[in-house]
């Protein structure tokens, strides 16, 4: 399983960002079996899950600094998931990476995952 995210980029504090997160390489496998997640690591700190969502995207699931602000969601028939960003704040400035776990629920845990995209910076600054 290959996960590779993408969408980040420079923005002004207010801005929106789209982070898309492409998965391949389920060759024996199904990607509706797969729970997904989002993290992010800024300079000097450690990864922390921000969203995640079940393998049937029947719910999704937010940090308190991100909720109502950033929406997640997965279309399982292109093996997308997709981390729309609104109202950004200087402190949302981080390397942005999806995750993927074989199981129906999703966790905020960075440990549950197997499967790890290559990240996308995300800063926010005037």
């Known amino acids: 399983v290959q996960l590779q995210a993408s969408g980040g980029g420079l923005v002004q504090p207010g801005g929106s960002l789209r982070l898309s997160c492409a998965a391949s390489?389920?060759?024996?496998?199904?990607?509706?079996?797969?729970?997904i997640g989002w993290f992010r690591q800024a300079p000097g700190k450690e990864r922390e899950g921000i969203s995640c969502?079940?393998?049937?995207?029947?719910?999704?699931y937010y940090v308190d600094s991100v909720k109502g602000r950033f929406t997640i969601s997965r279309d399982n028939a292109k093996k997308l998931v997709y981390l729309q960003m609104n109202s950004l704040k200087p402190e949302d400035t981080a390397v942005y990476y999806c995750?993927?776990?074989?199981?129906?629920?999703?966790?905020?845990?960075?440990?549950?995952?197997?499967?790890w995209g290559q990240g996308t910076q995300v800063t926010v600054s005037s």
């Open positions: 390489g389920f060759a024996f496998d199904y990607y509706d079996y797969y729970a």
């Open positions: 995750a993927a776990q074989r199981f129906s629920s999703c966790s905020f845990d960075r440990d549950w995952y197997n499967y």
């Open positions: 969502v079940p393998n049937s995207g029947s719910s999704t």
